[in-house]
């Protein structure tokens, strides 16, 4: 390899040929003007003649070629990156012959590993954050594309790839946009929308289940399979916003929802069951796809840590590490939204859903429902994975319903088989918002900080250890995605639907925008080098001292730096693996609600129940956490709510 200052040797000489060049060029012009004017005139050549050089190329051009390889040529060696490894030797190497001055070695106290290195007979050499811009420059050492093509590999591609797989609407760029703006720049919430669907449909699956015995296996025309039809649209319809209006009232909406998803009529359920069947070859495939995507990351992430904890590395693939532990949120929510699956065609199901119930509400059993509305469309907008903000679907009310009724035990259907237990006079309202969906905010917010404390301790005390570039972006991100949480729960309590609804929406999207901006921008200052500067190597903000050090990663080692690396990648992985194992486990054990043939479904039933009945132990612990997290929770609020009584 040649060195770098040979390339600055030639190209100063090329420079200084061009000048020359430049200068004889001028010369023979101007000799040629005053033979010119001497003589009264340029005299005419005669054919034989030789032309001079200079009048092979006119005069303008040839000066403008001359000082633009003047622009090209000479800036190159003022400013040229420095690489930080020969910056580093060459700073000890003045140290050593006693030649680097006392003002720019570091003498104030020292954090971390370096710390307890300054206490030896070798200690590091610390080099002051002036010393370092006046040995090293101020411009970032931006890394070749053999290095940053290392972090592209690892990191980069694997992210874009789980974002591809994310379920997307076709031939609707503008709302694909905005999506990914919401679900990147916005994870904590997007996740606890996603989290509250999967509840619903795990509800759903628990109470088809309950509905027959342990070993019993139905037929497929059956009270069984038209109980499962109606679970299975009512978590569909779940998905979709509800048009609640004046002239379509919530009352009137619950009921035609009632009798179009519980009514035990057989021409009803002959409908529903054709309706249902239709979803189901509809709803989106792509599980494999999302799991080989989900495994390039976890692959990903396997082979920075061992680069990272093994003997390989430098502080690059610490850094690196922590990069990919920012990110771990975004394998559970796209392994979330297979399972909160949409439909190919969400604007197609939604026109066959409004289609059935109008059927059914208008044309047969609910003559004068809707008085004044001819075509009444119950269902609005896809709501699915988090697309739609401050969402109340229909599905909580009707659960709820369901759950309160007396004898729902294990085979509760036997008991209500000749009624029509969900479609009598009763009223609960459909948009009420659940307390114990506080569970699903506090568990995404657990998975999206988990991520951002692991990167932050990662690189925080990384040396030199300090609030940096690294740590202090990361934090920026994570503090950016809990204040998007927290104004889009303000807005759902304190603002009613209208035009403070829609102002509060565009101030949403300009800070997910704005987040989403920041996150790229952390990913491609990791991948070629932006933070590689002596501002960013010096731990800086929050009043750091600023000092920089030129060692290797092995020297940090021998100081137990392995132990914030281990306990940041434990945080990070072992929250994350639990989102990822619950998401899996959900989809396994609700897939028989959604699954088209019946044998396969009733198979995945079967093995629903064997495996649940192994994990009973875990399951009990977990409900017990839940339920005592739930009463916590309605202890506070009736504690707040006698402190308001007593006040007024």
Same mark, same amino acid.
């Given at each position: 390899?040649?060195?770098?200052?040979?390339?600055?040797?030639?190209?100063?000489?090329?420079?200084?040929?061009?000048?020359?060049?430049?200068?004889?060029?001028?010369?023979?012009?101007?000799?040629?003007?005053?033979?010119?004017?001497?003589?009264?005139?340029?005299?005419?050549?005669?054919?034989?003649?030789?032309?001079?050089?200079?009048?092979?190329?006119?005069?303008?051009?040839?000066?403008?070629?001359?000082?633009?390889?003047?622009?090209?040529?000479?800036?190159?060696?003022?400013?040229?990156?420095?690489? *930080?490894?020969?910056?580093?030797?060459?700073?000890?190497?003045?140290?050593?012959?006693?030649?680097?001055?006392?003002?720019?070695?570091?003498?104030?106290?020292?954090?971390?590993?370096?710390?307890?290195?300054?206490?030896?007979?070798?200690?590091?050499?610390?080099?002051?954050?002036?010393?370092?811009?006046?040995?090293?420059?101020?411009?970032?050492?931006?890394?070749?594309?053999?290095?940053?093509?290392?972090?592209?590999?690892?990191?980069?591609?694997?992210?874009?790839?789980?974002?591809?797989?994310?379920?997307?609407?076709?031939?609707?760029?503008?709302?694909?946009?905005?999506?990914?703006?919401?679900?990147?720049?916005?994870?904590?919430?997007?996740?606890?929308?996603?989290?509250?669907?999967?509840?619903?449909?795990?509800?759903?699956?628990?109470?088809?289940?309950?509905?027959?015995?342990?070993?019993?296996?139905?037929?497929?025309?059956?009270?069984?399979?038209?109980?499962?039809?109606?679970?299975?649209?009512?978590?569909?319809?779940?998905?979709?916003?509800?048009?609640?209006?004046?002239?379509?009232? &919530?009352?009137?909406?619950?009921?035609?929802?009632?009798?179009?998803?519980?009514?035990?009529?057989?021409?009803?359920?002959?409908?529903?069951?054709?309706?249902?069947?239709?979803?189901?070859?509809?709803?989106?495939?792509?599980?494999?796809?999302?799991?080989?995507?989900?495994?390039?990351?976890?692959?990903?992430?396997?082979?920075?840590?061992?680069?990272?904890?093994?003997?390989?590395?430098?502080?690059?693939?610490?850094?690196?590490?922590?990069? @990919?532990?920012?990110?771990?949120?975004?394998?559970?929510?796209?392994?979330?939204?297979?399972?909160? %699956?949409?439909?190919?065609?969400?604007?197609?199901?939604?026109?066959?859903?409004?289609?059935?119930?109008?059927?059914?509400?208008?044309?047969?059993?609910?003559?004068?429902?809707?008085?004044?509305?001819? &075509?009444?469309?119950?269902?609005?907008?896809?709501?699915?994975?988090?697309?739609? %903000?401050?969402?109340?679907?229909?599905?909580?009310?009707?659960?709820?319903?369901?759950?309160?009724?007396?004898?729902?035990?294990?085979?509760?259907?036997?008991?209500?088989?000749?009624?029509?237990?969900?479609?009598?006079?009763?009223?609960?309202?459909?948009? %009420?918002?659940?307390?114990?969906?506080?569970?699903?905010?506090?568990?995404?917010?657990?998975?999206?900080?988990?991520?951002?404390?692991?990167?932050?301790?990662?690189?925080?005390?990384?040396?030199?250890?300090?609030?940096?570039?690294?740590?202090?972006?990361?934090?920026?991100?994570?503090?950016?995605?809990? @204040?998007?949480?927290?104004?889009?729960?303000?807005?759902?309590?304190?603002?009613?639907? @209208?035009?403070?609804?829609?102002?509060?929406?565009?101030?949403?999207?300009?800070?997910?925008?704005?987040?989403?901006?920041?996150?790229?921008?952390?990913?491609?200052?990791?991948? *070629?080098?932006?933070?590689?500067?002596?501002?960013?190597?010096?731990?800086?903000?929050?009043?750091?001292?600023?000092?920089?050090?030129?060692?290797?990663?092995?020297?940090?080692?021998?100081?137990?730096?392995?132990?914030?690396?281990?306990?940041?990648?434990?945080?990070?992985?072992?929250?994350?693996?639990? @989102?990822?194992?619950?998401?899996?486990?959900?989809?396994?054990?609700?897939? *028989?609600?959604?699954?088209?043939?019946?044998?396969?479904?009733?198979?995945?039933?079967?093995?629903?129940?064997?495996?649940?009945?192994?994990?009973?132990?875990?399951?009990?612990?977990?409900?017990?956490?839940?339920?005592?997290?739930?009463?916590?929770?309605?202890?506070?609020?009736?504690?707040?709510?006698?402190?308001?009584?007593?006040?007024?």
């Amino acid at each position: 390899m040649i060195p770098i200052h040979s390339h600055s040797s030639q190209r100063k000489s090329l420079a200084r040929r061009l000048r020359f060049r430049m200068l004889e060029d001028l010369r023979l012009r101007q000799g040629h003007r005053s033979r010119g004017n001497s003589q009264n005139g340029p005299k005419r050549l005669s054919a034989g003649t030789l032309r001079p050089s200079s009048r092979l190329v006119s005069s303008g051009k040839s000066l403008r070629l001359v000082l633009f390889l003047l622009l090209v040529s000479t800036p190159v060696p003022a400013t040229a990156k420095t690489d *930080f490894v020969q910056c580093g030797a060459h700073v000890k190497e003045l140290a050593k012959n006693n030649s680097l001055p006392p003002e720019d070695i570091y003498t104030g106290p020292v954090k971390g590993p370096l710390g307890q290195a300054q206490n030896n007979e070798n200690p590091a050499l610390l080099l002051t954050f002036a010393a370092c811009e006046k040995h090293c420059g101020s411009a970032p050492a931006f890394y070749k594309w053999e290095k940053a093509s290392d972090t592209v590999t690892t990191w980069v591609l694997p992210l874009v790839g789980l974002v591809l797989q994310a379920p997307f609407e076709s031939n609707n760029p503008r709302q694909t946009m905005f999506l990914v703006f919401r679900w990147v720049g916005s994870p904590i919430a997007s996740m606890m929308y996603i989290l509250w669907n999967m509840r619903v449909t795990r509800k759903c699956a628990i109470m088809v289940d309950r509905s027959i015995g342990v070993n019993e296996r139905p037929r497929q025309a059956s009270s069984f399979a038209a109980l499962r039809d109606s679970l299975y649209l009512l978590s569909v319809m779940n998905q979709y916003e509800l048009n609640i209006c004046p002239r379509l009232p &919530e009352h009137r909406i619950e009921a035609i929802l009632r009798i179009g998803l519980f009514d035990s009529r057989p021409e009803i359920q002959r409908i529903r069951g054709r309706v249902a069947a239709r979803i189901r070859r509809e709803r989106c495939r792509g599980t494999v796809q999302i799991l080989a995507s989900l495994g390039w990351f976890l692959v990903a992430m396997a082979i920075s840590i061992h680069r990272a904890f093994g003997d390989l590395g430098k502080n690059t693939t610490a850094h690196n590490l922590a990069l @990919g532990l920012l990110v771990c949120w975004l394998p559970v929510l796209i392994a979330a939204t297979a399972v909160d %699956r949409n439909p190919m065609d969400a604007h197609h199901v939604r026109t066959k859903l409004n289609r059935y119930l109008r059927e059914i509400a208008v044309t047969e059993h609910i003559p004068g429902a809707f008085p004044g509305v001819a &075509e009444p469309n119950i269902f609005g907008e896809f709501a699915g994975q988090g697309r739609i %903000r401050w969402h109340h679907g229909a599905a909580h009310s009707m659960l709820r319903t369901l759950e309160a009724m007396p004898e729902m035990g294990r085979g509760w259907l036997e008991i209500y088989a000749n009624t029509n237990w969900l479609t009598r006079n009763t009223y609960s309202p459909l948009l %009420r918002f659940d307390s114990s969906q506080g569970l699903q905010m506090i568990a995404s917010f657990l998975i999206v900080c988990s991520s951002s404390i692991g990167a932050f301790i990662v690189s925080y005390f990384t040396p030199t250890v300090g609030l940096g570039c690294r740590s202090g972006g990361y934090t920026i991100f994570g503090i950016n995605a809990f @204040g998007c949480l927290l104004m889009e729960m303000s807005a759902w309590v304190f603002l009613h639907p @209208g035009k403070g609804r829609r102002v509060a929406q565009w101030v949403l999207r300009l800070c997910e925008f704005g987040n989403f901006c920041w996150l790229v921008y952390i990913i491609m200052a990791q991948t *070629f080098g932006i933070y590689s500067s002596c501002r960013c190597m010096s731990s800086m903000w929050g009043g750091g001292t600023g000092y920089v050090n030129f060692e290797s990663v092995q020297y940090f080692k021998s100081y137990g730096i392995e132990r914030s690396w281990f306990l940041g990648t434990s945080i990070t992985c072992v929250v994350s693996g639990i @989102g990822i194992l619950y998401v899996v486990e959900q989809w396994c054990t609700q897939s *028989f609600l959604w699954t088209q043939d019946w044998d396969s479904a009733m198979n995945g039933l079967q093995q629903m129940r064997r495996w649940k009945r192994a994990t009973a132990g875990p399951r009990w612990v977990f409900a017990l956490v839940a339920a005592c997290i739930v009463k916590a929770g309605c202890w506070v609020r009736s504690i707040f709510r006698r402190e308001g009584l007593g006040g007024s």
